[in-house]
């Protein structure tokens, strides 16, 4: 038994010997070394199914804008009742511009409504717009805030629409009533000089202006009782300041508690100033060196002169100046300024 297994030993090692070198005698190969087993990866996370959406709701169509009124009352300007005016601003001076319009949506949060201007023919946005109607004669006042309609007569005078289309496809314009004393002559005084016809001016609903009725009796100069000057400073010691035709809004009591609230007829602003005075047609025996006087800004040549119309003497700013000499057709204020004696007032 013994025997047996060193004789399986003896042609085991003879075997193994010889299949390790081979024929040529040469040493195998080294077997290449086992690539090193990846550790398995994650499993891919698999694809989210993507929760159903909702259908889209069919495009909503294109709303048509509001078609142009085609029809109106002369009396009314041609104007229906849901027509408002809007304007990029509120009126202070001078002039606005405003244009007739749909209103979309009401006022917000931030006051800002959304309209269709007949005029610009496109939506806008304001937060200045307000509804009108036509003025009575006996309405208008000075002070009060006017719209019309940016056309003219032959005359210059600003008058009505005469259709439908004249009304919504032109601008319309506001500014302040200065002086109601034309209206014999077939117009009210607006600040600018402008004029317009009293049945072709609008109010504005919800107007706070002062509405002044008072009216005295005029001046050479076109100024009456109710006519102050309103300046923005005192009267100047040296040099000259400027002052505007006024008219107070409290005629009953002008300067009460040392203040005043003016509207200015050169522009149609109304001011609150401290700074006001009477004045009355200077006489001769005024002019003398020193004296305050104010003049009127109106010149022809190199000489200042007195107005020759109402509405020269409302629209032009005077300036407060002293005499240096007077000479027997004019007078030489501080700065050189030659006047015409008879342009010249001063303070009551």
């Known amino acids: 038994m013994q025997h047996r297994s060193q004789l399986v030993r003896t042609n085991f090692i003879i075997v193994s010997y010889w299949l390790a070198v081979g024929c040529g005698g040469a040493a195998a190969p080294e077997p290449a070394a086992p690539a090193a087993t990846a550790a398995p990866s994650a499993p891919a996370a ?11 709701p069919p495009s909503a169509a294109a709303v048509p804008p509001p078609a142009m009124p085609t029809q109106g009352e002369p009396a009314n300007h041609f104007l229906d009742a849901e027509t408002w005016f809007t304007s990029n601003a509120g009126y202070d001076a001078n002039l606005i511009y405003a244009d007739p319009a749909k209103q979309l949506t009401p006022p917000g949060q931030d006051g800002n409504a ?4 007949f005029f610009s023919k496109k939506e806008t946005t304001s ?15 000075v002070g009060q805030l006017a719209l019309m309609l940016n056309k003219k007569n032959g005359e210059g005078v600003y008058v009505a629409p005469s259709s439908v289309k004249e009304a919504y496809s032109l601008r319309w314009w506001i500014t302040r ?12 005084l607006l600040a600018g000089n402008y004029r317009a016809a009293p049945d072709a001016i609008r109010v ?5 202006s002062p509405s002044i009725e008072k009216q005295g009796k005029e001046d050479a100069h076109f100024l009456a009782e109710e ?3 309103a300046g923005r400073s005192e009267l100047p010691k040296k040099n000259h300041a ?8 409290k005629p009953a009591a002008p300067m009460e508690g040392g203040e005043g609230r003016f509207v200015l007829t050169t522009s149609g602003k109304i001011l609150l100033t401290s700074h006001a005075w009477q004045t009355r047609i200077a ?9 305050l006087v104010f003049a009127p800004d109106i010149k022809s040549g190199n000489k200042y002169r007195a107005p020759k119309s109402r509405a020269e003497s409302l629209a032009a700013r005077w300036f407060a100046v002293r005499v240096e000499t007077l000479d027997k057709d004019s007078v030489t204020v501080e700065g050189n300024y030659q006047v015409a004696p008879d342009a010249l007032r001063v303070a009551k």
């Open 242 to 249: 400027y002052v505007d035709p006024a008219v107070p809004a």
């Open 127 to 141: 937060q200045h717009f307000w509804k009108t109607r036509a003025a009575k004669k006996e309405e208008l006042a």
């Open 177 to 188: 009533i200065v002086s109601v004393r034309p209206l014999a002559e077939g117009f009210v």
């Open 227 to 229: 006519h102050w000057f």
């Open 114 to 117: 959304k309209f269709w201007s």
């Open 204 to 208: 504005l609903e919800g107007d706070t």
């Open 283 to 291: 006489k001769r025996a005024d002019l003398k060196k020193g004296q």
């Open 46 to 56: 698999p694809a989210e199914t993507p929760a159903p959406t909702a259908e889209a």
